[in-house]
């Protein structure tokens, strides 16, 4: 749980709806406020329009193409993120992401969490787990 006196949130952006709830839900116990999940690049761009969150978990294709544009914007405004996918790090399409802290999904909530809170945080983060 968080400790601190102002709820961090979370942009949630997963393209598969079972992750993206059991994410969810999992980030609202840990203490986070959840914006989304969202599954597609262009409402995650509303949701970043509607309201500025703390941190961000992205996947690296989402249900209308890649994130490249989400996380240049999250850049941008300086909000930290990671990435949640099964995409591997080297692959082409995941340029745009290669040297934020990643996770291979499904990754395990507690390795979620582990990853946001040293962001939030700003505490040094592995850039791979699992």
Same mark, same amino acid.
């Given at each position: 749980m968080m400790s601190l006196d102002e709820q961090p949130s979370v942009l949630l952006a997963e393209?598969? =709806? /079972?992750?993206g709830l059991d994410l969810s839900d999992a980030l609202e116990r840990a203490g986070y406020r959840? &914006?989304? =999940? /969202?599954?597609?690049?262009?409402?995650?761009?509303?949701?970043?329009?509607?309201?500025?969150?703390? &941190?961000?978990?992205?996947d690296v294709v989402l249900k209308d193409g890649l994130c490249a544009q989400l996380s240049r914007?999250?850049?941008q405004r300086g909000i930290p993120f990671l990435v949640h996918s099964d995409c591997?790090?080297?692959?082409r399409l995941?340029?745009?992401?290669?040297?934020?802290?990643w996770l291979v999904k499904p990754a395990p909530p507690e390795d979620v969490m582990v990853l946001l809170d040293g962001l939030f945080f700003s505490t040094p983060v592995p850039t791979n787990i699992g």
């Open positions: 393209a598969d =709806p /079972v992750l959840v &914006l989304g =999940p /969202v599954d597609t690049l262009a409402t995650a761009l509303r949701c970043l329009k509607a309201d500025t969150p703390t &941190l961000a978990v992205i914007e999250l850049r591997q790090r080297d692959q995941t340029g745009d992401v290669e040297d934020a802290p």
